[in-house]
């Protein structure tokens, strides 16, 4: 019912910066938050940061805390992440998520809904 679509994700060299964006799409109304995880390679899924739709309250992974941003564009359905003193360990596909209720954030079995992913690629 609600379809994910990230953008923004690229080659950026080790101490600069990067948006990506995950903009929704179908029935999005009654998303509770958004959020957005990274997978590296030979690496576990893991939490990056979320987004209450209508409060706004953020959470935030404490690696990246300080560095990253997000926001959120609710009459845009749009999600995004501004990602600054990128470090090659933030290298991985950024993956925005959906949920529809409150709970653990960093728990990726409570979003219903997933993007494809954007690779992000942070060079030494």
């Known amino acids: 019912q609600v379809q994910l679509v990230e953008s923004g994700g690229g080659l950026v060299q080790a101490g600069g910066s990067l948006r990506v964006s995950c903009a929704a799409s179908?029935?999005?109304?009654?998303?509770?938050?958004m959020a957005w995880f990274r997978q590296a390679r030979g690496k576990e899924r893991e939490f990056v940061s979320a987004?209450?739709?209508?409060?706004?309250?953020?959470y935030y992974t404490d690696s990246v805390k300080g560095r990253f941003t997000i926001s959120r564009d609710n009459a845009k359905n749009t999600v995004y992440l501004q990602m600054n003193s990128l470090a090659p360990e933030d290298s991985a596909v950024y993956y925005c998520?959906?949920?529809?209720?409150?709970?653990?954030?960093?728990?990726?079995?409570?979003?219903?809904?997933w993007g494809q992913g954007t690779q992000v690629t942070v060079s030494s």
């Open positions: 987004i209450t739709r209508s409060s706004g309250d953020t």
């Open positions: 998520a959906a949920r529809y209720y409150s709970g653990i954030y960093g728990n990726p079995r409570e979003y219903g809904y």
């Open positions: 179908g029935r999005t109304f009654n998303i509770y938050a």
